[in-house]
Structure formats: structure tokens, C-alpha cells
């Protein structure tokens, strides 16, 4: 429908990328963009061990292997020199993560794979809205995928979107969202004929007008949303810069921070307890707290495939010190500081 346009044009100004087929989710977006980019069962994938396991999970689901790249200890994005240790005669793309809501280092990425055809993407589901060398994410790469999902800082109940500069790209991710089909029922429509014929295995991966129009409305918010979450995040960076025990992550250089997420690692040397204690203590004191992410090759269904903890170092140490603060644009500064004052008396009745 008409609003599916309208969004993908929406998309096309805040992504940087000027071609855009939206889809039902941001694991979809993944799976187009990965099938779409021609990623095929004997490749393989390089990703962060640190995401949401759906970057892995998109590779797989094509056959194709994921390889995980060890992250920056203060970032949590991936390690360049990491994945340059990886990178072998079958490695078909390099999938940054924005994590947090920054943009990972795209053009250290590219210089490592430059003497091959390997595909640079991204997946940027926490970073719509922030910028590198004042650019947005789809100017750094080949494709980038983003997800509208609830708790998306863009959110339109469900969706997701692939954005490109490259048209042919686009055209074959919208191809593969409706069925492989070669024209859509508007196309048909248009040209007064019944007929179509489905060329490649697709999906049924289409956004309906309605989540399409609430993503369009959504949109409109963003510039502001993104300004209030970095208020938030400066408040906190100001607290717990004073706190040996608490170390907020870091925005990688050149890069501003749509801040998706705020996640700060606990000092565990100045503590007595580990993160799971902490965790607790501030889900008692009513605080919302999570954790971004348990490293994916530790999940069951990667450690069944041979994939060995300890190969991951930094993203390994970091997952036992993460915790997640809540961060959102409706939190008032009583809020802010309501979290400051936890995090302070909990860390303060651990502290060795
Ligand atoms: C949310 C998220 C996804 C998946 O998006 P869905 O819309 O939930 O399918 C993928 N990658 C990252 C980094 C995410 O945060």
C-alpha cells in the first residue's frame, strides 16, 4: 500500500541510503539483506560476538556459517583486527553492529577486505538516528538493516528495513520479501494483467500499510527522541565518571550515539559480590535492568555446533560485567537520578 512508499522514503533521509524495501522485522531485514547480498550455504559470515543473536541467526538460516569477531573492550563493537584474523577464502561479508546506538568503524572493516569481494553490512537496529563523520550508517556500507520493533527506540509494533545506495540491491530484497515473485499485485495492477511468475525462493516478508504508517509517525520523533536520550546519557556518564565501580561504555571516536541502549560495565575488583548480585539488587530497588548480550556462540544452539567459549576474550569479560540501564525519552531528570541513586547505594553496600 501507499504508506509502505511512504516510510521507505521516510527511511531513505535518516539512513543515508537512498533505496529502501521495508520488511516485517528486523530478522527479516537480516535474511533479505544476507540473501539479497548473495550469501549462499559454503560462505561464511563474520559477526560480533556481542549482538542479538539474529545477525548470527540470518547466516545460518541461508546455510551459511557465522564466524564470530571478538569486540573493542570499551564499545562493544567489533574488533577489526579480530575479524582480520578470521578472514579467510570464504568469507563473503563483514556485519558490523551498531551497538548501543553508535556506528561501528566501517571503513577499518572495508581496508581489511578490500583485496577481496567481501561485502561490508550492517546491522544498524540501535542506531538510527546517530551519525559518522557526520554521515548515518548507509553511507558507510553496502546495506544496513534496522527493526521497528516495540522496544526499538524507532517503533512501529513490528518491521524492519534493508537501505542501500546500490538499486539493484533494494530491487532483489523486495523480490524476496514478496514470495520471489517478479511484480507485485500495484505493478500487475498497473499494467492490467494477471500475470507474474516467481523466479527464486522468497518469502512472505512484506510490512502491512498499518505498521508502515506508524513507523512514518514514529519517524517524526526521532531528531528529539535521539536529543532527550543523549541528555539522559550525559547525566549518567557525569555520575558514574565519579564512581570507581561503575565505568559507563564509551562512544567510538567520530561516531555520535543514538543511544538505543546505555550500558555500563561494573568495576568487579572494587565489588565483593559478581553482576549477578548487582542485577538483583536493582531489580529490588525497582530499577528496570537488563543485559545486551549473553555472547551468541555461548547460546546452546551455537555450543551444539562446536563453537567453544573463551575464544572471545573481551566480549566474554564484558558479558559478566554488562548491565543495562533503563534509558528512554520520557524519563524525567527525577527518573535519571532515581537510577543514579541506586546504582550509587548498590554498588556503595557491595563495595569491597
Ligand atoms: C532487535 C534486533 C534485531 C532483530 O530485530 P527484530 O525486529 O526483533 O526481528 C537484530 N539485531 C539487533 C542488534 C537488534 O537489536
Known sequence: GPAVNKVEEDLSHVTGAPHVAVVSSGTAALHTMYASSGIRSSDEVIVPAITFAATANAAAYLGAKPVFADVEPHTLLINPASVESLISQKTRAIVGVDFAGQIADYEALRSIASNQSITILADAAHSLGATRTGSPVGQHVDAATFSFHPVKHVAAGEGGATASSNPDLIERCK??????????????????????????????????????????????????????????????????????????????????????????????????????????????????????????????????????????PAAENAYDRMITLPIWPGMTDDDTSDVIVAVEKVVNAYRR
Open 175 to 312: 523480490t524476496f520479501r514478496n514470495h520471489g515473485i517478479n511484480a507485485d499485485h500495484a505493478t500487475r495492477a498497473n499494467k492490467g494483467t494477471w500475470f507474474y511468475e516467481m523466479c527464486e525462493l522468497g518469502f512472505n516478508y512484506r510490512l502491512s500499510d498499518i505498521h508502515a504508517a506508524l513507523g512514518s509517525s514514529q519517524l517524526s520523533g526521532l531528531e528529539a527522541n535521539v536529543n532527550r536520550r543523549n541528555e539522559i546519557a550525559t547525566t549518567y556518564d557525569q555520575a558514574f565518571n565519579q564512581n570507581d565501580a561503575v565505568t559507563p561504555l564509551t562512544t567510538a571516536q567520530g561516531s555520535t550515539n543514538a543511544y538505543h541502549i546505555y550500558v555500563v560495565l561494573l568495576e568487579l575488583d572494587a565489588l565483593n559480590v559478581s553482576r549477578t548480585e548487582v542485577f538483583a539488587a536493582l531489580r529490588a530497588e525497582n530499577i528496570g535492568v537488563n543485559v545486551h548480550y549473553i555472547p551468541v556462540p555461548w547460546h546452546p544452539y551455537y555450543q551444539e555446533q562446536g563453537y567453544e567459549p573463551g575464544n572471545w
